[in-house]
């Protein structure tokens, strides 16, 4: 069998170092990768003059795989995002953002395992149609959401509670407003669950779910919705467990997936080996588990898990006074 090689886009700001953190983790606990490593984002437009070259595109496309740390896209410059870019050139319709409780954070809540599918193409978030009048006084955009993406990602979301053993679905919408687009949703998602009788199947619209992840978020398994709910729904559960740095994120496509730490690029702390790695090394669990190599995903996890609920040589954020380099030191040593 062949090795498989991944793509790596190391990223802008604190990029490069939390995603050579994450690679070290991964050789350490025996992954036999190819890694290709390629540009985006500020670096490469320094370089090529573009943010996403085409050798960028097609190292993705070749691979299949691809770690990714966080990329700036100029503000008011060329397209909305790198990120949205990529997710509709590759079709990566399915956007997987897991939480789960890590012992030693400074989080205020224990026991939380939420993983919330977010339809990652269509809706409001996709900056259809946007338009601004001549005038500058009225701005317009629109969102369009299908049957058939609607379809996909509760098939999706239902999946992943099968696969992953979990007990319940959560169809978040706000179709009791907006009657024809997240109507649609929740009626499409509503026929998808009828075919995964052993999942309970819950309905809550976005408001009240923000309030219920609050006050008792040990109530939430599988939260699957449309794309502008679930950037804002996945946000607020990264906020239960201890903030962006301990948030990974999917993007799956049929036969393409990029894995990325979710949060910014942080260019105030870039270069000072401050930043938490964690983000970018749950991603890459992420990316192993898709791979079907769970082994090294528990291994890694296990080893994570333990240097967070130690206090060993953890970063600020963990309310540790340690940089990048020794977190991950005591990581390797782990594994």
Same mark, same amino acid.
Do not use: W
């Given at each position: 069998?062949?090795?498989?090689?991944?793509?790596?886009?190391?990223? %802008?700001? @604190?990029? *490069?170092? @939390?995603?050579?953190?994450?690679? &070290?983790?991964?050789?350490?606990?025996?992954?036999?990768? #190819?890694?290709?490593?390629? %540009?985006?984002?500020?670096?490469?437009?320094?370089?090529?003059?573009?943010?996403?070259?085409?050798?960028?595109?097609?190292?993705?496309?070749? #691979?299949?795989?691809?770690?990714?740390? *966080?990329?700036?896209?100029?503000? +008011?410059?060329?397209?909305?995002?790198?990120?949205?870019?990529?997710?509709?050139?590759?079709?990566?319709?399915?956007?997987?953002? *897991?939480?789960?409780?890590?012992?030693?954070?400074?989080?205020?809540?224990?026991?939380?395992?939420?993983?919330?599918?977010?339809?990652?193409?269509?809706? !409001?978030?996709?900056?259809?149609? $946007?338009?601004?009048?001549?005038?500058? &006084?009225?701005? &317009?955009?629109?969102?369009?959401?299908?049957?058939?993406?609607?379809?996909?990602?509760?098939?999706?979301?239902?999946?992943?509670?099968?696969?992953?053993?979990?007990?319940?679905?959560?169809?978040?919408?706000?179709?009791?407003?907006?009657?024809?687009?997240?109507?649609?949703?929740?009626?499409?998602?509503?026929?998808?669950? $009828?075919?995964?009788?052993?999942?309970?199947?819950?309905?809550?619209?976005? %408001?009240?779910?923000?309030? $219920?992840?609050?006050? #008792?978020?040990? $109530?939430?398994?599988? @939260?699957?919705?449309?794309?502008?709910?679930?950037?804002?729904?996945?946000?607020?559960?990264?906020?239960?467990?201890?903030?962006?740095?301990?948030?990974?994120?999917?993007?799956?496509?049929?036969?393409?997936?990029?894995?990325?730490?979710?949060?910014?690029?942080?260019?105030?702390?870039? +270069?000072? #080996?401050?930043?938490? *790695?964690?983000?970018?090394?749950?991603?890459?669990?992420? !990316?192993?588990?898709?791979?079907?190599?769970?082994?090294?995903?528990?291994?890694?996890?296990?080893?994570?898990? %333990?240097?967070?609920?130690?206090?060993?040589?953890?970063?600020?954020?963990? +309310?540790?006074?340690?940089?990048?380099?020794?977190?991950? &030191?005591?990581?390797?040593?782990?594994?």
């Amino acid at each position: 069998m062949s090795k498989q090689t991944i793509t790596v886009i190391k990223g %802008d700001g @604190i990029g *490069p170092s @939390i995603v050579e953190a994450a690679i &070290q983790v991964l050789e350490k606990a025996g992954c036999d990768f #190819n890694y290709e490593y390629v %540009d985006a984002g500020l670096v490469a437009l320094e370089k090529t003059g573009e943010l996403l070259p085409q050798a960028t595109l097609d190292a993705i496309a070749r #691979n299949k795989i691809t770690l990714k740390g *966080p990329l700036t896209t100029p503000v +008011g410059e060329g397209f909305t995002s790198i990120n949205v870019t990529l997710r509709k050139k590759f079709n990566l319709y399915a956007n997987v953002r *897991p939480v789960i409780s890590f012992k030693g954070t400074k989080a205020r809540y224990e026991n939380i395992d939420i993983i919330t599918v977010r339809e990652n193409t269509e809706g !409001m978030y996709s900056g259809h149609g $946007q338009i601004v009048s001549e005038d500058g &006084q009225t701005a &317009q955009a629109s969102s369009i959401v299908t049957k058939e993406g609607a379809r996909r990602i509760a098939e999706f979301a239902f999946e992943t509670a099968r696969r992953e053993k979990r007990k319940k679905v959560t169809i978040v919408h706000k179709a009791n407003i907006l009657k024809s687009t997240s109507g649609l949703f929740l009626k499409t998602a509503r026929e998808v669950a $009828q075919h995964y009788p052993d999942i309970e199947t819950q309905e809550m619209i976005v %408001d009240n779910t923000c309030m $219920q992840l609050v006050m #008792n978020p040990q $109530q939430f398994d599988v @939260i699957v919705t449309t794309n502008l709910f679930g950037d804002i729904l996945s946000d607020l559960c990264a906020g239960l467990v201890g903030g962006l740095g301990m948030a990974p994120g999917a993007n799956i496509g049929t036969d393409c997936a990029i894995f990325e730490a979710v949060h910014g690029s942080a260019p105030d702390i870039a +270069g000072k #080996n401050l930043a938490n *790695p964690s983000s970018v090394i749950l991603a890459s669990i992420q !990316m192993l588990e898709y791979l079907e190599m769970k082994d090294k995903a528990e291994k890694i996890l296990a080893a994570v898990s %333990d240097v967070i609920a130690t206090g060993d040589r953890t970063t600020r954020d963990l +309310g540790g006074s340690f940089g990048t380099t020794d977190f991950t &030191q005591a990581v390797l040593e782990r594994l």
